[in-house]
């Protein structure tokens, strides 16, 4: 039974968060028909702002400035607002299609919460989410169908060993030993470099995966420190 002393203060925050919403709803579509900039504004031309507003929210969540992730998140959202704006103009979709699909898909991929499947822990749910995934309308055939393959190197490689994964055909089955064999190939084979090279990133992934690490955060934030120690002494 539902305690009304707890569902009082979620039910406030929801109808908080619902007027937060319908005002920056209305400020969005303002500036689409006042801001000249914004009225020339397509998903092409906006696509690029959103996955830079979604670096600059990783980098605020990695680094833990919760002042910061508040800001990014706010920008993010005003891209979501934006682009699901454009589908409405042209009868595509809506803002409130957005958000029912997602709940929807949402409560489709976790049946282990809203059905009656079982799982043991992360790596399961992650599993299950994989596989149904696959069933989906829409969806390519394949292990690796809809993996984006603009992403960045490092997620790309993670997305396809998870996906592998997912499968059943974990890559690689020695992580370790496939990382010192591609350290040793990229440092003796100078002629096959390239390839070399490649192999040692695909095992560095791998390990940033078994670790439970994103690579592409921690490579930038290596780069960050690189940058942080040599202005320092400089």
């Given at each position: 039974m539902t305690d009304p002393a707890r569902e009082a203060p979620a039910s406030e925050a929801s109808a908080r968060a619902a007027?937060?919403?319908?005002?920056?709803?209305e400020v969005t579509r303002f500036l689409r028909t006042e801001c000249p900039w914004d009225r020339e504004q397509d998903e092409r031309s906006i696509v690029p702002h959103t996955v830079e507003e979604a670096y600059e929210l990783a980098d605020a969540a990695q680094r833990g400035d919760d002042a910061k992730l508040l800001d990014e998140l706010g920008d993010v959202l005003f891209q979501?607002?934006?682009?699901?704006?454009?589908?409405?103009?042209r009868g595509a979709g809506?803002?409130?299609?957005?958000?029912?699909q997602c709940r929807t898909k949402l409560v489709r991929r976790h049946p282990h919460v809203f059905?009656?499947?079982?799982?043991?822990?992360?790596?399961?749910?992650?599993?299950?989410?994989?596989?149904?995934?696959?069933?989906?309308?829409?969806?390519?055939?394949g292990v690796f169908a809809d993996v984006p393959e603009s992403l960045p190197g490092p997620l790309y490689a993670r997305k396809l060993m998870r996906r592998a994964g997912?499968?059943?055909?974990?890559?690689?089955?020695?992580?370790?030993?496939?990382?010192?064999a591609a350290a040793d190939r990229a440092l003796a084979d100078r002629e096959d470099s390239f390839d070399a090279?490649?192999?040692l990133l695909?095992?560095?992934?791998?390990?940033?995966r078994e670790l439970r690490v994103d690579p592409e955060l921690?490579?930038?934030?290596?780069a960050d420190r690189m940058r942080d120690e040599i202005e320092g002494g400089g």
């Open positions: 007027a937060a919403l319908q005002r920056l709803d979501v607002h934006f682009l699901s704006l454009l589908l409405e103009e809506s803002l409130a299609e957005v958000a029912e059905g009656d499947v079982e799982v043991e822990g992360a790596a399961e749910v992650l599993r299950n989410w994989d596989q149904i995934k696959r069933t989906e309308p829409g969806r390519g055939a997912s499968a059943g055909r974990d890559w690689p089955d020695d992580v370790e030993a496939h990382l010192r090279v490649g192999e695909l095992a560095t992934v791998a390990l940033a921690a490579l930038r934030a290596a």
